[in-house]
């Protein structure tokens, strides 16, 4: 099972949230949201290898999530994380859904953007 389809399985056993496609343009993009408030608290895409710096052409699975500040600070300089691509980039980080970070951690760090957003 690859790290998308484990995160998208996750989000199904939250409660009030919803996984999405609201962009016409970019219909394989999941925004992960509650839907009480609509408030995001992930967004997965694939995205062109260059936006993230990195080698080799091709793109690569992401997942944007919303991070503690204090946390951020610690994981931006790790193996498979970035900055946030598309978002702010004070409180939201971008993880690469390839298998550098493993699924067990995102699935946290999910978790974490959950609780964080609610």
């Not at 998208?8 to 394989?28: G, I, R």
């Not at 793109?59 to 610690?74: A, F, G, H, M, R």
Request: proline content about 4%; glycine content about 6%; overall charge neutral.
């Amino acid at each position: 099972m690859s790290i998308k389809t484990a995160v998208t399985d996750y989000v199904a056993t939250l409660e009030n949230c919803q996984v999405d496609h609201p962009f016409s343009k970019f219909p394989e993009y999941e925004v992960l949201r509650h839907t009480s408030n609509r408030k995001w608290f992930g967004l997965i895409m694939s995205i062109e290898k260059t936006k993230l710096h990195l080698p080799g052409p091709g793109t690569v699975e992401i997942i944007d999530i919303k991070i503690d500040p204090e946390l951020l600070s610690i994981l931006k300089n790790g193996s498979g994380y970035f900055f946030a691509y598309h978002m702010n980039k004070k409180h939201w980080l971008t993880v690469l859904l390839d298998g550098t970070v493993a699924e067990n951690q995102v699935i946290n760090l999910v978790k974490d953007s959950y609780f964080l957003t609610k």
